[in-house]
């Protein structure tokens, strides 16, 4: 919950020099919006913004720490594990720090799983645009 009560990287402005991606889930009309600063095919920043739910926010802003200064294929790596894990599906568990285990036990609340993977869905997306 530290990275709900207290969110990295977010922001309501559109940034210079950073590229911006959103997408809207259909299940409840949650919308995130992700700016990625990139250079050489290596991410410098992560920023986005999210009028979500708690989870979501925990996720997107966990995302937006663990996923900076990493090439797009070390990038999607990571994230494949995670939704991997998030699913309760195979996934290495070294990929993963102590930030990102602790939404293992998502799959359990299947409500609950969309919201948490809408900015990793929303960054693999724009990765593989």
């Known amino acids: 919950m530290k990275h709900y009560h207290n969110?990295?990287?977010q922001?309501?402005?559109?940034?210079p020099g950073y590229i911006p991606f959103e997408k809207q889930t259909s299940y409840c009309g949650d919308k995130v919006i992700i700016q990625l600063k990139c250079d050489n095919n290596k991410i410098i920043?992560?920023?986005y913004e999210a009028n979500v739910c708690s989870i979501c926010v925990a996720s997107a802003s966990v995302m937006s720490v663990y996923l900076q200064h990493l090439t797009?294929?070390?990038?999607?790596?990571?994230?494949?594990?995670?939704?991997?894990?998030?699913?309760?599906?195979?996934?290495d568990s070294t990929l993963l720090n102590s930030d990102?285990?602790?939404?293992?036990?998502?799959?359990?609340?299947?409500?609950?799983?969309?919201?948490?993977?809408l900015p990793w869905q929303t960054l693999q997306e724009f990765l593989l645009g």
């Open 45 to 47: 920043d992560i920023k």
């Open 11 to 15: 922001t309501d402005v559109r940034l």
């Open 100 to 117: 990102l285990k602790s939404f293992d036990i998502v799959y359990q609340l299947p409500g609950k799983i969309n919201c948490v993977l």
């Open 72 to 91: 797009k294929t070390q990038t999607l790596n990571k994230i494949n594990h995670f939704m991997a894990m998030v699913q309760n599906q195979t996934y």
């Open 7 to 9: 969110p990295q990287n």
